[in-house]
């Protein structure tokens, strides 16, 4: 096969999109994962995630630590399944893209076939390459909007342009053809673009203002996708951040798809076992749990020693120790520090390493409490990396936490579409929406979570504080319970076991359970306990001790803006002026509600819960 444009790869995901909804691949989801992963990957330039092992681990979701190709032949299998019905798919129905992929037997790379008769257009497209970004019309009536969608067009193109991709068109050239010419295609053959990005503002019935933008093909006309977000319009420069991020992500993962490849070539100059442990140690610290970080801390603390000058490695220490301090059972601050300085270390040997970036944001916002610095960060980071779903997943939990809880769950889709396999994005999910007092929703994506292999200790925990918070105290008990049966070494269940006596009417019972908790575990977060002072209604002791987890540099305190268990404060002056002083933005859950405002439900479950 020979080297297609980048400019090829919208009609390449538009026939896999086209081959995993046919009826061929409908019938069989494994095989339409398995080549959704191939094809992505490819595109992206992961050399490393087209390799045996990777496949197994990462589509099958096979135990890195037990996992043999030898005695495990489920990818080459798999493999062969998917070359067959390929083969027959396109024996029956052809292709409608243009594109045809194919799977070479013995090989693991997908190869890229464009049909007789859209081969004058690839071929013309070597010299027809990039986009212009046309003028934003103003479709509210009110010429005072006429600056801010010129604004918005620069801002766009520019920002496009940084990004890499291909032939830019200044706006002069732009508007020059447009005059010219209204038509899509005459716009494209006169400046020799592949892509128009279209936009418009319009006024909404309601007074909010509705900003859309549009990829449209000079070929065909077609639009590929659309971006659209409403605001007040008071709201209208934060509705253009918002539009330009979405738009940048797109743009990137469609057309500049093979700019992520050249960030592989660091990782690929080290020697296959280092590759190999490297990946071995990036499924370990995905587990969540003491012994597999643990393991993934010594196998990145031996990386670094043999090969220093490697950010990869760098960035998987940073990774390791930052997923260390959930535990409870070590110096946090120490960490977070030690995973700060290892991934600096890895950014300053390449500033372009999304993991080590991704980490360093992460600290930002939980560690240092700047979530409004640490969401730019993110932002910044998916320009360049739009299909990193981990960093999607960073950027989610850190706008939740503000109270952005639909720009959240907006980015946890786009991590799902990137990585539809992985449990983080579907347990994130769950977690904001219990935030965001949609315990319905979040109980379905809870057990969606626990299927897709989520870490058990946290979505057990998590869907029983989603039970907590939903007032649903039978519920709640049988997962904290379930919890201290299944993880007795770990502190946060015997919290949440205090939390559910203390919201039941059992203070004295919580205080006791709390108590026995510190005794065993001396290094338990002040913001848990605050929590279950925050169901005990005990005010001054709140305030205390959230006092305490900001002298300790409890990374959990920045979810305070949000977290229900403190509903009944959201309106305290004390309580708010608390967490402006600290750099937070104060309450932004919902207001007080009723079910606070109601005597604990001590008589009905005060004998179970202690229990």
């Known amino acids: 096969m020979s080297t297609l444009h980048a400019s090829l790869h919208p009609r390449i995901l538009e026939e896999l999109e086209r081959l995993c909804t046919s009826e061929a691949f409908a019938r069989s989801q494994t095989l339409a994962r398995l080549l959704r992963h191939l094809v992505v990957r490819h595109l992206a330039g992961d050399r490393s995630a087209l390799r045996e092992a990777a496949i197994a681990l990462e589509v099958f979701r096979r135990d890195p630590a037990v996992y043999d190709p030898q005695t495990d032949p489920i990818v080459r299998v798999t493999a062969s399944r998917l070359r067959t019905r390929l083969t027959s798919h396109y024996a029956r129905e052809g292709t409608r893209a243009g594109v045809r992929i194919v799977l070479r037997k013995g090989r693991y790379v997908p190869e890229f076939e464009v049909s007789g008769e859209h081969l004058d257009d690839a071929e013309g497209l070597e010299g027809r390459t990039g986009l212009a970004v046309l003028a934003t019309r103003n479709a509210t009536g009110d010429a005072s909007y006429d600056a801010f969608c010129a604004a918005f067009a620069e801002c766009v193109a520019d920002g496009l342009a940084n990004l890499g991709v291909p032939r830019v068109i200044a706006q002069d050239s732009v508007q020059r053809a447009r005059a010219r010419t209204p038509a899509t295609a005459d716009i494209g053959r006169e400046l020799a673009v592949e892509w128009l990005l279209d936009s418009i503002l319009a006024a909404e019935p309601g007074g909010e203002l509705r900003l859309t933008t549009r990829l449209v093909s000079t070929r065909d006309a077609g639009v590929r996708w659309t971006e659209t977000v409403a605001r007040a319009p008071a709201a209208r420069f934060a509705m253009r951040d918002v539009v330009s991020d979405r738009v940048f992500a797109r743009f990137a993962e469609a057309l500049a798809g093979a700019q992520h490849g050249a960030r592989r070539r660091e990782v690929d100059r080290l020697p296959a076992d280092a590759r190999t442990s490297l990946d071995l140690a990036r499924f370990l610290v995905r587990q969540r749990s003491p012994e597999s970080v643990a393991r993934a801390l010594a196998i990145a603390e031996e990386l670094t020693a043999r090969y220093p000058a490697s950010a990869a490695t760098w960035a998987l220490l940073g990774s390791a120790r930052f997923a260390r301090r959930c535990f409870m059972d070590s110096d946090s601050v120490a960490l977070h520090e030690e995973a700060l300085a290892a991934a600096c270390r890895a950014l300053q040997i390449d500033p372009e390493d999304v993991t080590a970036g991704a980490t360093e944001a992460a600290i930002v916002g939980h560690y240092r409490r700047d979530p409004g610095a640490a969401i730019q960060r993110f932002r910044d980071l998916l320009r360049r990396a739009p299909h ?185 002056a004390q309580f708010n002026a608390l967490l402006r002083s600290w750099g937070l933005p104060g309450w932004r859950g919902l207001p007080p509600r009723e079910r606070w405002t109601r005597e604990p439900e001590a008589r009905r479950t005060g004998s179970r819960a202690s229990a």
């Open 388 to 572: 990193h779903s981990d960093a999607r997943c960073g950027l989610a939990a850190l706008l939740h936490y503000v109270g952005e809880f639909d720009a959240a769950l907006h980015e946890l889709s786009l991590a799902l579409a990137h990585d539809p396999l992985s449990p983080f994005p579907r347990a994130h999910r769950a977690n904001v929406l219990a935030y965001a007092r949609r315990h319905a929703e979040a109980r379905v994506e809870w057990q969606l979570a626990v299927a897709a292999g989520a870490p058990r200790l946290t979505a057990t925990v998590l869907a029983g504080m989603n039970e907590l918070w939903a007032g649903e105290h039978d519920d709640a008990h049988a997962h904290f319970e379930a919890a201290v049966r299944q993880f007795p070494d770990n502190p946060m269940p015997a919290m949440c076991r205090a939390m559910l006596c203390a919201a039941t009417g059992e203070t004295a019972r919580a205080e006791a359970l709390v108590g026995e908790c510190l005794a065993r575990f001396p290094r338990v977060s002040s913001y848990n306990r605050a929590e279950a002072a925050a169901f005990a209604r005990d005010r001054p002791g709140v305030l205390r001790l959230l006092r305490a987890a900001h002298r300790e540099r409890d990374a959990l305190l920045v979810s305070v803006c949000v977290d229900p268990s403190f509903d009944w404060l959201g309106g305290d």
